[in-house]
């Protein structure tokens, strides 16, 4: 199982960024992809997830109206944009993958909001 996100983003306060999350190894649309980030100096904060199966998503409360998730199967791979970003979003964020006993983790994508 390999997940591969894509690369550092550099936002200004008010955008919007969008990140990918390329899956290998196994079948795509067999397995839930959970998004999650870590905010300097705090712990891991789950924002969501998608069904690659059929798009269902669940999203946390705190990111409802902000975040969607989005996946296209054709190329194995899972996105999550979120909007109005502040300094605030300035965080690592992560595609996980649920396993047996526990998870299979991209690398994390830093996204830097800063004017």
């Known amino acids: 199982v390999q997940l591969v996100q894509s690369g550092p983003e550099l936002r200004n306060p008010g955008a919007s960024v969008k990140v990918s999350c390329k899956a290998s190894?196994?079948?795509?649309?067999?397995?839930?992809i959970d998004w999650v980030r870590q905010v300097p100096g705090q712990g891991l904060e789950w924002m969501g997830r998608i069904d690659p199966e059929d798009g269902r998503t669940k999203v946390s409360e705190k990111f409802q109206g902000r975040v969607s998730f989005t996946r296209d199967t054709s190329a194995n791979t899972a996105y999550v944009e979120l909007l109005y970003l502040s300094s605030d979003d300035t965080a690592i964020y992560y595609c996980?993958?649920?396993?047996?006993?526990?998870?299979?983790w991209g690398q994390g994508t830093p996204v830097n909001v800063s004017s």
């Open positions: 190894g196994y079948s795509f649309s067999k397995y839930y």
């Open positions: 996980a993958r649920p396993e047996s006993l526990g998870w299979s």
